[in-house]
């Protein structure tokens, strides 16, 4: 009997132990998985502060977490041919398409890449023969502080785990095993749930994604700056020309309620002046 209730009681303490783990798990939960951290520096690479104490180096600081993604719009004549080029290129440096769309006119492809080719393919990107780059935009997320808070978390919750399984060999009844092994599939299918969400940020890290875009037609022109007298003067005779077609706009809009009232307006005008030239000879005679 006394077996039993130091089992039951163990357990109770290993469930406490457990909600409170949980718990701060799920107040993350909503953040991004992190990549893998850093390993920590080897004992050579151990800096000395000015009292000549050991200090750890700052290996977080040192070793940042990025998310890199980026976005490239081409202009082309072959549409299809320059999408043919930007995949060779992928596929060159060791990356892959994750998704593709295009047509006659245009294209997009979704770029998965290493991270440490992501630069090698952009310059890549801008020498595709056929095409001109017209836009190109590149982002970094810094995951860094994701990478500890998630990897310490798996750490926490598999000493939980592993905390339960070895309740579960002690446990004699079948009240017992039902109950810790009840424990055991919620705090695993936590530590797999949490598993899943840093295996998918270390992969955003690892691979970096590129956007590319492929429209055809020639790149437009880059209007060209005008500056000096002769550049004061064609913006002048520019706003000249808008002002005068502004007012012919007008003219147009007013134009055929003129045609419309303006004869009414002159009958009204030519009877007002026929009263009042028969109210004056009244007015003398009396």
Do not use: H
Not at 171 to 190: N, P, V
Not at 226 to 243: D, I, P, T, V, Y
Request: charged content about 25%; some cysteine.
């Amino acid at each position: 009997m006394s077996r039993r209730v130091l089992a039951v009681t163990a357990l109770a303490l290993v469930a406490l132990a457990g909600c409170s783990s949980t718990g701060s798990m799920s107040s993350s939960g909503g953040a991004e998985v992190a990549a893998p951290a850093v390993p920590p520096a080897q004992p050579g690479g151990v800096a000395k502060d000015s009292a000549g104490t050991a200090q750890q180096p700052d290996s977080v600081a040192t070793n940042r977490q990025l998310v890199r993604t980026a976005q490239v719009d081409l202009r082309g004549d072959d549409v299809s041919g320059a999408l043919v080029k930007v995949k060779d290129l992928t596929t060159r440096e060791g990356g892959y398409v994750g998704q593709e769309n295009s047509s006659a006119s245009m294209g997009s492809l979704t770029l998965r890449v290493p991270a440490d080719r992501m630069d090698a393919v952009l310059k890549g990107l801008g020498e595709v023969e056929g095409t001109t780059v017209v836009r190109r935009e590149t982002k970094s997320e810094d995951v860094t502080e994701q990478v500890v808070d998630v990897e310490s978390r798996l750490s926490t919750q598999r000493a939980s785990v592993d905390r339960v399984r070895a309740l579960l060999e002690r446990a004699g009844t079948t009240s017992e095993i039902t109950q810790i092994e009840g424990e055991l599939t919620k705090r695993q299918t936590d530590l797999e749930s949490m598993q899943r969400r840093y295996d998918a940020l270390k992969g955003q890290v690892a691979q970096s994604t590129i956007t590319v875009s492929v429209r055809q037609g020639p790149a437009p022109a880059a209007e060209e700056e005008k500056l000096g007298f002769l550049g004061a003067l064609g913006s002048g005779w520019n706003a000249l020309l808008e002002a005068l077609r502004v007012v012919v706009v007008v003219i147009g809009a007013v134009l055929p309620f003129a045609v419309v009232l303006l004869p009414v307006g002159v009958l009204w005008y030519l009877r007002r002046r026929r009263r009042t030239v028969k109210i004056t000879p009244e007015a003398s005679a009396n």
